[in-house]
């Protein structure tokens, strides 16, 4: 069965750092772009960023922008958002998902969705 | 940045009843739309991609409908496990964008 498995979220203060990963089973990332989206407390579903199969595209929402980096090891199957400078409206539970797609990212023809999701890890940032 | 305004937020629904939620995007976005569904404490669930195509394993009541800026996804007739919350998102450009959501819940 293919499974996303989260983990390294935590608790901690205004500032600091974490990194998150997200490992696939059963299945391989090689030809999945893959994203990490989050959900603050009671609040609707926000895309943070993504990264293309080879890692040549790689995208970011404003407010994470200069502060995340995602990044991946398709050797460990295994994806990564480091969060520096965290903020207290950083805190949500934060989901890796992908898109499986082939051939070259931006010669897609058409938009694949997000079919494979992880079941979320929890960064809380509070003083 | 393009911005997804869904409608209704919140709608209250008996079972057998048919549901319609809208999904505006604030300019062209072809079909590159998907449709997912959210139950509490749980990861979202791809229902609908390319604005119409059914994701495999998904019931054959969900649907989907719309090109440009105006979506559809419509539960021709809804079940007691369908209560959720509904999202549609954009891959048109980036950043990529999600509605702010629709709860469909028992009447």
């Known amino acids: 069965e293919a499974q996303l498995l989260e983990s390294g979220g935590g608790l901690l203060q205004p500032g600091g750092s974490l990194r998150l990963s997200c490992t696939a089973s059963g299945f391989s990332l090689n030809n999945y772009a893959m994203t990490w989206v989050r959900q603050a407390p009671g609040k609707g579903l926000e895309w943070v960023s993504l990264i293309s199969g080879s890692s040549i595209a790689l995208y970011y929402a404003d407010s994470v922008k200069g502060r995340f980096t995602i990044s991946r090891d398709n050797v460990k199957n295994t994806l990564y958002l480091q969060m520096d400078s965290l903020r207290v409206e950083d805190t949500a539970i934060y989901y890796c998902?992908?898109?499986?797609?082939?051939?070259?990212?931006?010669?897609?023809?058409?938009?694949?969705?997000?079919?494979?999701w992880g079941q979320g890890t929890t960064v809380t940032v509070s003083s | 940045d393009i911005q997804m305004t869904q409608s209704p937020s919140s709608v209250s629904a008996s079972v057998g009843d048919r549901v319609t939620i809208t999904c505006r995007a604030s300019q062209g976005i072809n079909n590159w739309l998907a449709w997912y569904q959210q139950k509490p404490g749980k990861a979202p669930n791809l229902l609908i991609y390319a604005a119409t195509t059914l994701q495999s394993g998904v019931p054959s009541r969900f649907s989907g409908s719309g090109s440009g800026t105006d979506f559809t996804l419509t539960i021709s007739s809804l079940q007691p496990e369908d209560f959720a919350t509904y999202y549609c998102?954009?891959?048109?450009?980036?950043?990529?964008?999600f509605g702010g959501g629709t709860k469909v819940e028992i009447k």
């Open positions: 998102q954009q891959a048109n450009s980036f950043p990529l964008t």
């Open positions: 998902a992908g898109e499986y797609y082939t051939g070259n990212y931006y010669h897609r023809k058409s938009y694949n969705g997000m079919d494979v």
